[in-house]
């Protein structure tokens, strides 16, 4: 190879390794998307709203929220796998959504494990399981009593097949040696109010759908599906302490394509933290019954990876198949 034939490469070369860089330093020049696979009002897009408004004054750009509900969360995950890799569309979503739909979807237009790579554990969301005021328990203790004096006699409402509700019943079941028959629901709009008209007898659900009816009396608060106890209700005890290591709070998780620049990556990594971790966002996180992590890329993949571990052995146990 000839001199100028060797400069002319090591310049290319050099230009290609460049090119990152520089469009991490330019970022971001525009508005970014941030996608949410469910409806308008559900715990993932609670989140990204609250996020999303203090990300745009760190990164000087607008963050629009847009939701893209179906096909278990398929359809949000297919918009930011047929986008470009430049960091510019990215979606907050449960990691439930991504180790459930590629179990019960046979058809995808995306892989979850090549298509996307984590940004951002923006926190974690436990479930509390609550019994109607009429079922006659009011401790866990005495529920898991209840459940083996009589089995298949009580019931739980879930917000429908595969859901993270059922799949935490499920295992639930299995690990308290239970048999509590299974009721689903479409939505958790749906599977509450049948717990407070008494039709279902229990039912895992968010602290903020369950605060007003606990208040009341009409609905009772026995435990909570995460490995710790919840700063909302610190006297609530985990199925982490009679299951061991039973932990099914769920991640709410920022992906971004597959190829998008590291340093970009890197970069929105780090906005979110700093912005999860801000008193007013911590303070409204809480509120929705998040608790805020703020992780970087690399706990994401180990959060998402032991996760979806969890998640599909209570899947296989609850005999989901794709439709």
Same mark, same amino acid.
């Given at each position: 190879?000839?001199?100028?034939?060797? =400069?002319?490469?090591?310049?290319?070369?050099? +230009?290609?390794?460049?090119?990152?860089?520089?469009?991490?330093?330019? =970022?971001? /020049?525009?508005?970014?998307?941030?996608?949410? &696979?469910?409806? &308008?009002?559900?715990?993932?897009?609670?989140?990204?709203?609250?996020? /999303?408004?203090?990300?745009?004054?760190?990164?000087?750009? /607008?963050?629009?929220?847009?939701?893209?509900?179906?096909?278990?969360?398929?359809?949000?995950?297919?918009?930011?796998?047929?986008?470009?890799?430049?960091?510019?569309?990215?979606?907050?979503?449960?990691?439930?959504?991504?180790?459930?739909?590629?179990?019960?979807?046979?058809?995808?237009?995306?892989?979850?494990?090549?298509? $996307?790579?984590?940004?951002?554990?923006?926190?974690?969301?436990?479930? %509390?399981?609550?019994?109607?005021?009429?079922?006659?328990?009011?401790? !866990?203790?005495?529920? *898991?009593?209840?459940?083996? +004096?009589?089995?298949?006699?009580?019931?739980?409402? /879930?917000?429908?097949?595969?859901? *993270?509700?059922?799949?935490?019943?499920?295992?639930?079941?299995?690990?308290?040696?239970?048999?509590?028959?299974?009721?689903? $629901?479409?939505?958790?709009?749906?599977?509450?109010?049948?717990?407070?008209?008494?039709?279902?007898?229990?039912? %895992?659900?968010?602290?903020?759908? !369950?605060?007003?009816?606990?208040?009341?009396?009409?609905?009772?608060?026995?435990? *909570?599906?995460?490995?710790?106890?919840?700063?909302?209700?610190?006297?609530?005890?985990?199925?982490?302490?009679?299951? &061991?290591? $039973?932990?099914?709070? =769920?991640? !709410?998780?920022?992906?971004?394509? #597959?190829?998008?620049?590291?340093?970009?990556?890197?970069?929105?990594?780090?906005? =979110?933290?700093?912005?999860?971790?801000?008193?007013?966002?911590?303070?409204?996180?809480? #509120?929705?019954?998040?608790?805020?992590?703020?992780?970087?890329?690399?706990? !994401?993949?180990?959060?998402?990876?032991?996760?979806?571990?969890?998640?599909?052995?209570?899947?296989?146990?609850?005999?989901?198949?794709?439709?």
């Amino acid at each position: 190879m000839t001199a100028s034939r060797l =400069f002319t490469a090591c310049a290319l070369a050099c +230009a290609a390794l460049a090119a990152p860089l520089l469009h991490a330093q330019d =970022f971001p /020049s525009k508005p970014i998307r941030l996608i949410v &696979p469910y409806s &308008p009002g559900g715990l993932p897009d609670t989140v990204a709203r609250i996020v /999303s408004q203090q990300l745009q004054e760190t990164l000087g750009q /607008s963050v629009v929220v847009e939701n893209k509900p179906g096909g278990g969360g398929s359809v949000a995950a297919g918009v930011l796998a047929q986008s470009p890799a430049d960091g510019y569309t990215l979606l907050l979503t449960d990691g439930p959504m991504l180790a459930i739909t590629p179990l019960v979807v046979k058809k995808m237009s995306y892989n979850p494990e090549k298509d $996307f790579v984590p940004v951002s554990l923006v926190g974690t969301a436990p479930l %509390f399981l609550a019994v109607n005021a009429s079922v006659k328990a009011n401790t !866990l203790d005495e529920l *898991i009593a209840l459940g083996k +004096a009589a089995p298949g006699q009580m019931n739980y409402g /879930s917000s429908g097949l595969g859901s *993270i509700h059922h799949l935490t019943a499920e295992a639930m079941n299995h690990g308290l040696g239970i048999a509590v028959a299974h009721v689903p $629901f479409r939505g958790s709009a749906n599977s509450i109010p049948a717990l407070v008209g008494g039709q279902v007898d229990m039912a %895992f659900a968010s602290p903020p759908s !369950l605060m007003g009816f606990v208040k009341s009396g009409r609905v009772k608060l026995l435990a *909570i599906n995460s490995s710790k106890r919840s700063p909302l209700a610190p006297d609530v005890p985990t199925l982490g302490e009679r299951i &061991p290591g $039973f932990d099914f709070a =769920f991640n !709410l998780a920022v992906l971004a394509k #597959t190829g998008t620049p590291p340093p970009v990556v890197q970069r929105l990594s780090k906005e =979110f933290a700093k912005v999860v971790r801000l008193p007013e966002v911590v303070q409204k996180l809480e #509120t929705a019954g998040v608790e805020p992590v703020g992780g970087s890329s690399a706990q !994401l993949a180990t959060a998402l990876r032991l996760e979806t571990q969890r998640v599909q052995v209570a899947a296989k146990r609850a005999d989901l198949k794709a439709e």
